[in-house]
């Protein structure tokens, strides 16, 4: 590792790989050109201290971000979290970290509103480690491609259109956010005492495992008692070091371990025999044949008739909501459904969905065999994002409940271990 690579570890816990250090080179030629000096005097004004590292860092970090880009993530937080705080007369404090240019803030405070909850009642803070992206969510500007998965009519609610075709959001949004420039390893205490939610998207994935253990330490140390951890399910395996995963109206979320429920969740009773059990096993063969040729989720080739998957799917969301005591099942075989289809984001999260309700009702019936399933799933979804390290984890933990699971075999071609 180079000295530089060494710095930029210490200094914010980023792990440069082969696939990033391209990436790297080039900040350090552009901040270097920026500053007016060459590559190898910005590496020693860097490692001697003797400059602002600002600029190079805010090159390197990701801080890309859309509107309502974990919009499900925000919709059970309000409704399962949120509002019945509110109705027994507390203030609820959320955190989006890293909050890029505001995006994921300002769309909790507009979801907010939409479904009825006076802003006044909440108090929504967001951080980041770049002054540039801060200065920009504090502006409250966006361009069209900000916009690429919302609805029109959000736009036109709470966004004026500049003469320049730029987007300034409204003030009483705007006003709702309190933004901070931070670093997460300096603590969050200077931003508030707690947290009864923290959205965290998109960073443990940067970090090598010390400075993994190190940010959900500091989270673990600003989560309020009864607090909620909401974070993306290609980082959750990361999050079970400090937490413990509970269900969340369908999100991956965490919650401090050994926490109690105000009311216990009752465990789910023996599932009967249904149809649910033998599509699921049906369809996740299919798509594991396809993967072994392909070894690519993007690329696999669609097994199922669109069709008669969308009616399979429907099937089983309705199977969740009237048939409760089957929802492992339910849960199960929609994860390898949206696998089947290539959609990896919903194969994920509904496949973390289903190994949290597992975890919290430790229901016997539900099989080691299917149980490996759902980890296939996360596995191959971590190796086809480049994720190795997880998807590693994964199909260790496959190994361990059913060894002759067919998934191993796309790890293990040759032989296994």
């Known amino acids: 590792m180079s000295a530089i690579n060494r710095w930029l570890n210490k200094k914010i816990g980023f792990v440069v790989s082969a696939d990033t250090q391209d990436n790297i080179d080039q900040a350090l030629l552009e901040t270097a050109r920026n500053l007016r000096m060459t590559k190898e005097e910005l590496v020693q004004g860097l490692l001697s201290n003797s400059i602002d590292p600002t600029p190079f860092i805010e090159s390197v970090v990701t801080n890309e971000s859309f509107f309502f880009r974990y919009e499900a993530q925000m919709n059970s937080v309000i409704t399962t979290v949120i509002k019945p705080m509110i ?16 995006e994921e803030a300002f769309s909790f405070s507009m979801l907010l509103q939409t479904q009825g909850v ?57 006003k709702s956010v309190e933004f901070h420039c931070h670093n997460i390893f300096l603590g969050l205490d200077k931003i508030s005492s707690y947290f009864d939610v923290i959205f965290f998207n998109n960073l443990l994935i940067y970090l090598d495992a010390p400075h993994v253990t190190r940010a959900l330490r500091v989270l673990e140390k600003q989560l309020s008692p009864n607090g909620w951890i909401i974070i993306d399910s290609t980082e959750a395996p990361r999050c079970r070091e400090v937490f413990s995963s509970a269900p969340l109206g369908g999100v991956t979320a965490f919650r401090h371990k050994g926490h109690i429920e105000s009311e216990p969740t009752k465990n789910i009773g023996p599932s009967s025999p249904s149809d649910v059990s033998a599509v699921s096993r049906k ?45 492992l099942n339910s849960l199960h075989a929609l994860s390898c459904l949206y696998a089947d289809q290539g959609q990896d984001l919903q194969a994920m999260e509904t496949a973390e969905q ?10 016997v019936t539900f099989s080691s065999k299917k149980l490996a399933d759902l980890h296939s799933v996360l596995a191959l979804g971590f190796r086809a994002k480049g994720l190795d390290k997880p998807a590693q984890r994964e199909i260790d933990i496959v190994l361990k409940l059913y060894p002759e699971h067919p998934v191993i075999k796309i790890f293990y071609p040759e032989k296994r271990p």
Do not use: M
């Not at 969510?137 to 736009?155: L, P, V």
């Open 118 to 174: 006076n802003l006044d009642n909440v108090r929504i803070f967001a951080a980041d480690v770049s002054k540039h992206c801060i200065r920009k969510a504090q502006d409250g500007i966006y361009t069209e491609y900000d916009f690429r998965r919302t609805s029109t009519k959000f736009k036109q609610q709470f966004f004026s259109l500049t003469k320049d075709r730029r987007y300034i959001i409204c003030p009483k949004i705007r």
């Open 283 to 327: 369809t996740f063969s299919d798509v594991l044949k396809q993967r072994k040729k392909t070894e690519n989720i993007k690329g696999a080739t669609l097994t199922t008739n669109l069709t008669l998957h969308n009616q399979k799917k429907d099937s089983f969301e309705k199977q969740l909501v009237e048939k409760p005591s089957d929802s």
């Open 87 to 102: 109705k027994e007369g507390r203030t609820p404090r959320i955190l989006s970290l890293p909050c890029a240019a505001g």
């Open 354 to 363: 289903a190994i949290s309700l597992h975890e919290s009702t430790k229901d």
